[in-house]
C-alpha cells in the first residue's frame, strides 16, 4: 500500500515557474515507477511526466518537453516535477501516480495508487 501527497501548486503568472512534489508513504518507494498527469475542466486526465524506478529512464509529453522535469529521491520517498515556461494551457489539476506493473507509463490506466491533486494555474 502506497499513500501520496502533492504539495507545491499554485498561481504563477505565464512564463513563471512551480515546483511540485509528491511524498510517498510505505517502504517500498523504489519499487514504483511514478508517474504526473494532469486533468483541465472538461478535459480528461493527460499524461505529462514519468520516471523508472531507478532513476534512469524518464518519459515527458510532447507538451511540456523541454520545459518540465521530473525527478525522484528514492531515499527520500519523493518525487518531484520541475514546471518553467510556465503556459495559460498548462493549468490542470496535477496528480502524481504510482505503478507497481511494467505497463506503458503514459497510460493511466497502468497505475496503482494516486494521490488527492494540487491545482496549478498560470494566468495569461
Known amino acids: 500500500q502506497v499513500q501520496l501527497v502533492e504539495s507545491g501548486g499554485g498561481l504563477v503568472q505565464a512564463g513563471g515557474s512551480l515546483r511540485l512534489s509528491c511524498a510517498a508513504s510505505?517502504?517500498?518507494?523504489?519499487?514504483?515507477?511514478m508517474g504526473w498527469f494532469r486533468q483541465a475542466p472538461g478535459k480528461e486526465r493527460e499524461f505529462v511526466a514519468a520516471i523508472s524506478r531507478s532513476v534512469s529512464l524518464t518519459y515527458y509529453a510532447d507538451a511540456v518537453k523541454g520545459r518540465f522535469t521530473i525527478s525522484r529521491n528514492n531515499t527520500k520517498k519523493t518525487m518531484y516535477l520541475q514546471m518553467n515556461s510556465l503556459k495559460p494551457e498548462d493549468t490542470a489539476i496535477y496528480y502524481c501516480?504510482?505503478?507497481?506493473?511494467?505497463?506503458?507509463?503514459?497510460?493511466?490506466?497502468?497505475?496503482?495508487?494516486w494521490g488527492q491533486g494540487t491545482q496549478v494555474t498560470a494566468s495569461s
Open positions: 501516480a504510482a505503478s507497481g506493473g511494467y505497463r506503458d507509463s503514459r497510460d493511466p490506466t497502468a497505475y496503482d495508487y
Open positions: 510505505g517502504r517500498t518507494f523504489n519499487s514504483y515507477t
